[in-house]
Nanobody, 117 residues
Framework: QVPLVESGGGLVQPGGSLRLSCAAS????????MAWYRQAAGKQRELVAA???????NYADSVKDRVTISRDNAKSAVYLLMNSRKPEDTAVYYC???????????WGQGTQVTVSS
């Protein structure tokens, strides 16, 4: 079991910024690929950003100019910073973890982000 707990969601005005955090426990965190996904109402869950155990990152085209994903292995945490928030960024954001060499995926419970004036 790898519990993932997201925090930092909430309401932000268009053009504002928000940092999401995900804390993991019960695992050798440095061996895990970490990612953030999001799911807007009525839409499928989509990848926002991912970071490998080696620190390589990738971003969805829709957010890559506005998003930074980072990790702190000492704290077993992964972060998502999104600037210039847009209304279309409104979604439930989920933390994702997968250990290298394994196929099982862990998900956090999700945290709501609402972008509105």
């Amino acid at each position: 079991q790898v519990p993932l707990v997201e925090s930092g969601g909430g309401l932000v005005q268009p053009g504002g910024s928000l940092r999401l955090s995900c804390a993991a426990s019960g695992c050798d965190f440095s061996m895990y690929v970490m990612a953030w996904y999001r799911q807007a109402a009525g839409k499928q869950r989509e990848l926002v950003a991912a970071i490998t155990s080696g620190g390589s990152t990738n971003y969805a085209d829709s957010v890559k100019d506005r998003v930074t994903i980072s990790r702190d292995n000492a704290k077993s945490a992964v972060y998502l910073l999104m600037n210039s928030r847009k209304p279309e960024d409104t979604a439930v954001y989920y933390c994702y973890a997968r250990r290298r060499g394994e196929t099982y995926v862990y998900w956090g419970q999700g945290t709501q982000v609402t972008v509105s004036s």
